[in-house]
């Protein structure tokens, strides 16, 4: 492959080059360089290229799903807490229902006591008038007599 060639050749070059007195660096030609370095990025095959587009796709459908992910957890968290809170409307609700019931059967309580007490009263007022009119007719016949 051609590729291999062209590094190679970078390999001699540094191989070749010049070395600096009291160090471990060269010289080398940067335009050369650079110039066989162009030359490998166009000679690249085709899935080098296709592995770095699947490299930053995968990344970016990682980062799709991830967002996909959390927003699924946010609405299940919202439809937790509406479910709480219709939980707790419906408990307040039959809460009021039995407070409902209870006023209604005191209420009740309260009227037959209420009725009974009166139909006492009239029965009590009827009675004492009927005594009276009894004793009335009473005298009213000894008197007869």
């Known amino acids: 492959m051609e590729i291999f060639t062209l590094l190679e050749t970078i390999e001699e070059m540094l191989e070749n080059s010049k070395s600096l007195p009291f160090s471990s660096k060269s010289v080398v030609d940067k335009e050369e360089v650079l110039e066989i370095i162009k030359e490998i990025r166009i000679k690249l095959p085709d899935e080098l290229k296709q592995a770095k587009w ?5 990344q970016r459908i ?8 959390d927003d699924i957890v946010k609405e299940a968290e919202n439809r937790i807490i509406s479910m ?10 039959y809460e009021q229902k039995a407070e409902i019931i209870e006023t209604a059967n005191e209420m009740s309580r309260e009227i037959s006591k209420g009725t009974k007490d ?13 005594e009276n009119a009894l004793q009335i007719i009473q005298n009213n016949r000894k008197e007869l007599k």
Not at 62 to 69: I, M, N, P, S
Not at 84 to 93: G, L, N, S
Not at 118 to 130: G, K, P, Q, R
């Open 54 to 58: 699947v490299k930053e796709e995968r």
């Open 118 to 130: 009166y139909a006492d009263s009239i029965l009590e007022n009827i009675e004492t008038s009927l």
């Open 62 to 69: 990682l980062v799709e799903a991830q967002k996909e992910a």
């Open 84 to 93: 709480i809170d219709e939980h707790e409307i419906t408990r307040k609700a």
